[in-house]
């Protein structure tokens, strides 16, 4: 039976398989949760994202995570923010769909998720956190994944997830 767990910290000092980058479409690093995991995996991130052509709202698209404690970063694009009528909750999805996708190829049996999109481009948290959790259950069968883990920064964030989770 699959794990799914919440964190309250830095989601780059994870030992995991994989931790989720919310990054944006080039794919060249950013603020946020993006700037941390670009400073504390070194430069040759930067050059492996380069190679990758940026990614679409909604996608995901694989690194090593060179030196990371993470085998893997999937670097996902959560949608901006724009009142909730332009697709926003199925963009977000993907990512959450497109991520658990990548981690059954390259076969992770454990993958962090930060609250994408909840930051700089200003998801609703709770929403965001509903759309998060039942997307990673609805893939979690046919993953392989073993362990997920919500990697919250805050303490807000903290408590959406546990709510989520301790009423399931
Ligand atoms: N570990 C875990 N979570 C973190 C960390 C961290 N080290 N740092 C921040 N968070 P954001 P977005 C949380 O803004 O909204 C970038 O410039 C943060 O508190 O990082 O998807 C990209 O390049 C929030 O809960 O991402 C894009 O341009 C969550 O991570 C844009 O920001 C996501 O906040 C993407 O914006």
């Known amino acids: 039976m699959a794990e ?6 830095d989601i780059t000092k994870l030992h995991v398989d994989a931790i989720v980058n919310a990054a944006n479409q080039s794919l060249l690093g950013g603020g946020g949760v993006d700037g941390a995991i670009h400073r504390a995996a ?10 990758l052509g940026g990614c679409a709202t909604g996608d995901a698209k694989a ?12 670097h996902a694009v959560g949608p901006r ?22 981690a059954r190829k390259h076969a992770c049996k454990s993958i962090a998720f930060p609250a994408i999109a909840t930051g700089i481009y200003h998801f609703p948290p709770d929403r965001a956190a509903h759309i998060a959790v039942t ?7 046919d993953s392989g994944v ?4 919500f990697c919250c920064w805050n303490e807000e964030t903290e408590q959406i997830y546990r709510a989520l989770l301790d009423h399931a």
């Open 135 to 141: 997307t990673v259950r609805e893939h979690l069968p």
């Open 81 to 102: 923010w724009k009142g909730g009528t332009k697709g926003e909750d199925d963009l977000l999805a993907g990512c959450y769909r497109r991520s658990m996708q990548l």
């Open 4 to 9: 799914l767990l919440i964190h309250r910290g």
């Open 42 to 51: 070194g430069k040759e991130l930067l050059a492996a994202c380069e190679l």
């Open 146 to 149: 073993e362990q997920v883990i």
């Open 63 to 74: 690194t090593p995570g060179f030196k990371l404690p993470a085998k893997w970063v999937f």
